[in-house]
């Protein structure tokens, strides 16, 4: 290319890129403004209008007004709710080994298909993996994916594989497991045991020790319901304060008792600190159990679907689906973003997730509440009405535009000039940016 030609073009996409800014580039107070949502914000008791702020990643200013012309961006949010990006702490994204019947395998997803498009930022994948395929997992999946995914180390060595794996006690080791989760402790959060279906108490007491080991919590999926080893124990006595039991409100486990009451039990281990985590998936969710829970106050403390290939089509769905679920079920709009950010966030001890703070990695979901006549069926297919839907509008990740249902960052085609080409700039949007360079002519 001509070389002054180059240098025109580079001059004239320089002017053009500042031009929106009088500081100019290296002084742009923002590169995105989210203008007029509704923040709900439960870390920071926020739930209310305001406008949020992004430069470099970050959450820059929440306020209640905010400059627009000191913004590379700045998009009319008003009616919409603005949140934390949302945490779904139980996923299934073992995806990519070809491995049959596997949740290390065809039983898994890739993450950034089901994410983005919900609002969901963050994912921890619950056990798909042990400490002998973990770093695979790692290279093929954790560190492609787009969105943030955590992951609880299975207890089992070789993950989340079907019954031959997951019910041998000689690979639930202690040792090899705490080496891998100290060696990966930025990604790793937890400890995972799932699906067993013997009458003893050792995957909970390995898990259990590798967790106290490491200082991390641990994700129960208590399998088999054996009167060897009732729940009521396990709440009250084998989990720790932060240790997750997840699938809270399936009922198989004896969630609810005899006169179809809540477990006393539950409301002892949460006395203690057992954290009670939906994890709806294909077969732990009934409106019995939900219903129940919610009329005698007992909220889950996390709201998370269980996501794989046999639950994205089903009752669950997705995230949003799950959490309609509880406005169905009579919880505030603020109740339930609270069990779908910042408390998540912090049962996996990422306290810089789930949360607008200053600072803090700008991950920000934009919903719209809808209104009108929904259904949502249980892992039975039983159906319960409701009149509200969130829908996701706007996905932020890491300060960057990775989602916009409806184009609303987007300029109106015929308002461009003629053989227009990316529309978008590389300081807020992931979607379709400028080239950092020319194309060649
Ligand atoms: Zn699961």
Redesign the pocket.
Same mark, same amino acid.
């Given at each position: 290319m001509n070389k002054c030609v180059f240098c025109f073009y580079a001059l004239a996409m320089l002017l053009l890129f500042t031009s929106v800014t009088p500081l100019g580039l290296s002084q742009t107070p923002y590169d995105l403004l989210l203008q007029g949502g509704h923040v709900i914000d439960p870390k920071n008791n926020i739930s209310g209008v305001r406008d949020v702020a992004i430069l470099s990643g970050r959450i820059a200013a929440v306020a209640e007004h905010l400059d627009a012309s000191t913004a590379v961006k700045t998009v009319d949010v008003s009616g919409l709710y603005v949140t934390p990006g949302l945490v779904d702490i #139980?996923?299934?994204v073992y995806a990519s080994t070809g491995e049959r019947n596997s949740?290390a395998g065809d039983n898994s997803v890739f993450p950034d298909g089901f994410t983005f498009r919900v609002g969901v930022t963050t994912v921890a994948d &619950? %056990?798909c993996a042990g400490w002998r395929n973990f770093e695979e997992f790692k290279e093929h999946i954790i560190d492609r994916a787009h969105t943030r995914v955590f992951a609880f180390l299975n207890i089992v060595g070789a993950g989340?594989r079907g019954p031959k794996y997951e019910n041998n006690l000689a690979d639930m080791e202690v040792a090899p497991t705490a080496e891998m989760c100290l060696r990966h402790r930025d990604v790793i959060v937890g400890i995972k045991t &799932?699906h067993y279906a013997g009458p003893e108490w050792t995957p909970v007491e390995r898990a259990v020790e590798v967790g106290t080991k490491v200082g991390i919590p641990i994700m129960v +999926?208590f399998g088999a319901n054996r009167p060897e080893r009732p729940t009521s124990i396990l709440w009250t006595e084998k989990m720790r304060p932060g240790d997750i039991y997840? #699938?809270c409100f399936s009922g198989i486990r004896n969630e609810l008792d005899d006169s179809g009451r809540l477990n006393p039990a539950m409301w002892a281990g949460r006395k203690r600190g057992v954290i009670f985590d939906v %994890?709806h %998936?294909g077969g732990?969710f009934a409106w019995p159990v939900a219903t129940e829970a919610i009329k005698e106050g007992f909220y889950p403390d996390s709201i998370s679907t +269980?996501l794989?290939i046999g639950s994205m089509n089903a009752g669950m769905k997705d995230m949003l689906n799950v959490m309609d679920k509880f406005l169905a079920l009579g919880l505030s709009l603020d109740d339930v973003i609270l069990r779908s950010t910042w408390n998540p966030a912090r049962e996996i001890q990422h306290q810089e997730l789930g949360n607008l703070t200053v600072g803090a990695p700008a991950d920000v979901a934009v919903l719209r509440l809808e209104n009108g006549d929904f259904g949502f069926t249980d892992m039975y297919g039983a159906r319960l009405r409701g009149t509200k839907k969130l829908i996701c509008e706007l996905t932020v990740r890491n300060g960057k535009v990775v989602y916009d249902l409806n184009g609303i960052t987007r300029p109106d085609w015929n308002t461009l000039p003629k053989g227009y080409r990316q529309t978008g700039d590389s300081r807020w949007d992931a979607v379709t940016p400028r080239p950092a360079t020319p194309p060649p002519k």
């Open positions: #139980h996923v299934h949740y &619950a %056990g989340m &799932a +999926d997840t #699938h %994890g %998936g732990s +269980d794989h």
